[in-house]
């Protein structure tokens, strides 16, 4: 009677056990959109096809960035889950004008509460530089700073921008003109700083570190550069890791909601990432040869070309190959690093061969060429790769 009854649980056990062996492993693995606790949920490699994703074509992707690029980490999310990554994402390292992008961020609840006004003018606050600014340049806002488009064209103490190409001094109503500048940027930090009370970092560790969970956040890393002889106002670059990027984009990518929580407000999530400044409006003019438009320190696809996947993304951007690139029609979030530290860099067209890459993987079809394809002789669209 033992026996029969041992005999019975065992065809019962594997009643339900062979079920679950045999299934195939496209089923073990949910597509629904999840957020990261702790960690990063990773995509096994055997559940890549079933999640939508190509192994062999990443395989491609990870023997381009080997052989042609100088990435030190890559992250790609694809629904709350990372699907792809390459190099040491946890490694916490200088990030360049990324840190303008999570700036704009920072400023909305500020702005929302009315601690903030963007109206408010540099002579409302009284603030000055070395050697002054001019009365035109005092008429400039707040607005008008994070939106690089202050008219002023005081040295700053930190370079990376395009303030060697910009106008006399003084020809520009605030406003008006757009130029990506480091005046204005460090200057936007150094008012946040005065209307708030509160260090950027602070406030960045408070608004997104502890509420997103970083993995590798270490407040006693960040600090302040800048040549202060020529500007008063320094920059304020950031440790970061390349996952912990990869965290900020997709908030960004839910409009400021993380796993239920309003982070940042939805419209002002949205604000930051809305052109202001349309690609036929760049300037130094040879920008509206390429493919964004400018919105609150946010670059922002735009134009003709920004179509299929690329239709409402936007990126930061950072020196020597940084990138939070959010692509919201995808659902896709895609973090590139190179760490400055060992004297090298990852040029703009390897990161466009590495999203074509991974969009490629992922099956995306684009609608035309890519927004970087080369035009045809007349102005027409280049051929897509």
């Given at each position: 009677m033992t026996r029969v009854r041992n005999r019975s649980l065992l065809f019962l056990l594997l009643a339900v056990l062979v079920p679950l062996f045999l299934a195939p492993v496209g089923a073990q693995i949910s597509t629904q959109s999840v957020f990261p606790g702790q960690s990063w949920e990773y995509v096994p490699?055997?559940?890549?096809?079933?999640?939508?994703?190509?192994?062999?074509?990443?395989?491609?992707?990870?023997?381009?960035i080997r052989d042609h690029s100088n990435t030190t980490g890559l992250v790609v999310v694809d629904r709350g889950r990372v699907v792809f990554r390459y190099g040491d994402i946890e490694e916490l390292s200088y990030v360049a004008s990324v840190r303008k992008s999570i700036l704009s961020m920072l400023y909305g609840y500020w702005v929302e509460n009315g601690t903030i006004k963007p109206n408010t003018t540099l002579a409302d606050l009284n603030f000055d530089d070395i050697g002054g600014l001019l009365p035109i340049e005092k008429q400039a806002t707040i607005e008008d700073?994070?939106?690089?488009?202050?008219?002023?064209?005081?040295?700053?103490?930190?370079s990376g921008d395009d303030l060697a190409k910009a106008p006399p001094r003084g020809s520009q109503k605030p406003g008006t003109y757009m130029?990506?500048?480091?005046?204005?940027?460090?200057?936007?930090?150094?008012?946040?700083?005065?209307?708030?009370?509160?260090?950027?970092?602070d406030e960045l560790q408070a608004q997104l570190a502890i509420p997103l969970q970083f993995e590798d956040w270490d407040r006693s890393a960040q600090h302040k550069e800048g040549d202060l002889t020529?500007?008063?106002?320094?920059?304020?670059?950031i440790w970061i890791s390349t996952r912990d990027m990869a965290r900020i984009g997709y908030l960004?990518?839910?409009?400021?909601?993380?796993?239920?929580?309003?982070?940042?407000?939805?419209?002002?999530?949205?604000?930051?990432?809305?052109?202001?400044?349309?690609?036929?409006?760049?300037?130094?003019?040879?920008r509206r040869d390429g493919y964004y438009g400018y919105g609150h320190m946010w670059w922002v696809f735009d134009g003709p070309r920004?179509?299929?996947?690329?239709?409402?993304?936007?990126t930061a951007i950072g020196a020597w190959g940084?990138?939070?690139?959010?692509?919201?029609?995808i659902d896709l979030v895609v973090a590139h690093k190179t760490n400055n530290i060992y004297g090298r860099q990852t040029s703009t067209e390897s990161w466009q061969r590495i999203i074509e890459l991974v969009l490629e993987a992922k099956g995306v079809k684009m609608p035309g060429?890519?927004?970087?394809?080369?035009?045809?002789?007349?102005?027409?669209?280049?051929?897509?790769?």
């Open positions: 490699r055997e559940d890549l096809q079933a999640y939508g994703w190509s192994p062999e074509a990443l395989r491609e992707a990870t023997a381009f700073l994070i939106t690089a488009r202050s008219g002023v064209y005081h040295p700053a103490s930190y130029l990506y500048s480091n005046w204005d940027f460090n200057a936007a930090g150094a008012v946040f700083e005065q209307l708030t009370g509160r260090s950027v970092y020529v500007s008063k106002y320094p920059a304020y670059p960004m990518l839910h409009e400021g909601n993380w796993n239920g929580k309003q982070v940042i407000s939805r419209d002002w999530a949205r604000h930051i990432v809305q052109v202001v400044t349309p690609l036929g409006e760049m300037h130094p003019v040879e920004a179509v299929g996947p690329f239709k409402g993304a936007y940084q990138w939070i690139s959010v692509f919201p029609a060429p890519y927004p970087w394809a080369p035009k045809a002789a007349g102005g027409g669209a280049g051929r897509d790769r």
